[in-house]
């Protein structure tokens, strides 16, 4: 059973750089698109941006100035870094992995963690 | 970017259908996806590529998608249904959208 846990700081001063991490457990990191998703508080879902296992990614043109994804393989895991955070920004933040290629869903998500930008 | 728009509320009587829709410009044209979640919980997908249901999501729940509106569909809804559902398709500069998400109540 494939598991996904993000991992990060929850608290983060504004103007500064989020930054979070998704460790993938129970199977493989490759050969999958991985997204990151956030939800503010009452709020819908809004993609990030994903990151293939090649080192190719797709950002959402709103945030695409501020975002930066990585990916490890060695390690099972992906990176989210987003710079110049204001109050916008706080939000629970989900990993998820994209099934069936470019256009599948996303099958696997993790629990989410909350991010709050404050001083 | 696109588009999609699905109604903010759904009512429905246990044993009844539900029916939530999310419009989008010729949505027909492309796989739609469908997410539960419910309060502090990790959204869970129901419906793929339109109208296929992974493993353990049981039958009551379709899908349908053709011209500008996909539909979801949950019959015999259940007190345990109650929950977000979102749409969600991929646009053709391969970003993620999602539909501002509907929020079904069990009456």
């Known amino acids: 059973q494939v598991q996904l846990q993000e991992s990060g700081p929850g608290l983060v001063k504004p103007s500064e750089t989020l930054s979070l991490t998704c460790t993938v457990s129970g199977g493989s990191i490759s050969s999958y698109y991985w997204s990151w998703i956030r939800q503010p508080a009452g709020k819908g879902l809004e993609w990030i941006g994903r990151?293939?296992?090649?080192?190719?990614?797709n950002y959402n043109p709103s945030l695409k100035s501020r975002v930066t994804m990585s990916v490890d393989t060695s390690k099972n895991q992906f990176s989210l870094k987003l710079s110049s955070v204001t109050a916008a920004d706080t939000a629970v933040y989900y990993c998820?992995?994209?099934?069936?290629?470019?256009?599948?869903?996303?099958?696997?998500w993790g629990q989410g963690t909350l991010v709050t930008v404050s001083s | 970017s696109y588009v999609l728009t699905q109604p903010p509320s759904v009512s429905v009587a246990p044993g009844q259908t539900a029916r939530i829709t999310c419009g989008g410009n010729?949505?027909?044209?492309?796989?739609v996806h469908w997410y539960q979640q419910k309060p502090g919980q990790a959204p869970v997908l129901v419906v793929y590529d339109d109208s296929d249901r992974p493993s353990g999501i049981p039958e009551r729940f379709s899908g349908s998608n053709s011209g500008n509106t996909a539909t979801l569909t949950i019959s015999r809804v259940e007190a345990g249904d109650e929950a977000d559902y979102y749409c969600q398709v991929w646009d053709s500069s391969s970003e993620g959208v999602f539909g501002g998400g509907t929020k079904l109540t069990v009456l």
């Open positions: 990151i293939y296992t090649s080192g190719s990614t």
């Open positions: 998820a992995r994209g099934w069936f290629g470019e256009l599948g869903p996303f099958d696997y």
């Open positions: 010729n949505i027909g044209s492309k796989s």
